[in-house]
């Protein structure tokens, strides 16, 4: 009569290794299907003592980097937008990046983008800047112009709020064409506040001694951030500032997270957002 062999039981270690396989798939699925699609809404009072008293409680919202088609599609993007006009702008800023070089876009899809984005609302004005992913296919102007959007290239424009003094909006394009002009961006009056929108928060080393108030995206936050520390995913030309507000001088710059994700697929500690400011003179 033989005798039945008895199962052989997993070891202690064996144990360690299933149960650490199975927290990186739950991080990772984390990661991938659920943070990126949290979107929050940030908000920043900006107190300046040349904002003209009209424009205390004027608001301002940013979004930016899309890379549509990867972690951020239509229906995405229509929450993004229901979002932007829940917030009531005056102006509304996106600071570049709707493509993904890695993505290709059909034209069918950039008229669905189109339609999406013709629904924000601003009170008085739409404006985009182009980050280094929209020249890798056609269609970004295309895209934002038939939205009612004014891209900037080295170009500023007055913004007029319930009275005579304006502030005044530059926009320069991404520095990967070489073909930003901070000087000609800029407005050539002192006493008048000036805000800037550029893609890649690097720049803020040339500019923080001629804007007042500087925005910028790019980076994403670095995509995988812990407490204490940058994101673990830097992207070129974001140097340290790769989110949040930061301060020197007489000028703030605040980087955006962004929308969407690039290269990895995935957000850590760093929720997808859009931007709210409300300016007040001091």
């Known amino acids: 009569m033989t005798q039945e062999k008895e199962p052989k039981k997993l070891g202690l270690l064996s144990k360690l290794g299933i149960g650490l396989v199975i927290l990186i798939i739950i991080f990772y699925c984390y990661m991938h299907f659920f943070e990126p699609h949290q979107l929050e809404i940030l ?14 409680g004027f608001k301002i919202v940013q979004f930016s980097d899309i890379h549509f088609g990867r ?25 570049g ?16 983008i189109t339609e999406i984005l013709q629904k924000t609302k601003a009170t008085i004005g739409k404006y985009a800047i182009y980050g280094d992913q929209d020249y890798t296919q056609d269609g970004f102007e ?5 939205s009612g959007f004014t891209i ?56 923080a001694f001629q804007a007042n108030l500087v925005l910028a995206g790019h980076s994403l936050g670095g995509s995988v951030r812990f407490p ?7 992207l070129e030309n974001t140097d340290s500032y790769q989110k949040g507000i930061f301060h020197q001088g007489d ?9 969407g994700t690039q290269n990895f697929t995935v957000r850590f500690g760093n929720f997808p957002s859009i931007t709210l400011y409300r300016l007040y003179h001091e």
Request: hydrophobic share 35%.
């Open 152 to 207: 900037l290239k080295n170009q500023n424009v007055p913004i007029y709020y319930k009275g005579n003094t304006p502030i005044y909006l530059s926009g320069i394009p991404s520095i990967s064409k070489k073909e930003e002009n901070i000087t000609e961006a800029l407005k050539k009056e002192e006493q008048t506040y000036q805000i800037l929108i550029m893609h890649e928060p690097i720049l803020w080393k040339e500019v």
């Open 228 to 234: 204490f520390t940058n994101g673990i995913f830097p």
């Open 43 to 56: 908000e920043y009072p900006i107190v300046h003592e040349k904002i003209p008293e009209s424009f205390n």
């Open 142 to 146: 295309t895209i934002f112009q038939n």
């Open 71 to 95: 972690t951020t599609n239509e229906k995405e993007l229509e929450t993004v937008v229901n979002q932007i006009n829940r917030l009531k702008p005056d102006i509304l800023i996106f600071t």
């Open 251 to 259: 000028s703030t710059m605040v980087v955006s997270s962004g929308i």
């Open 97 to 112: 990046d709707l493509f993904d070089f890695n993505i290709k876009v059909s034209e069918n899809t950039q008229n669905k």
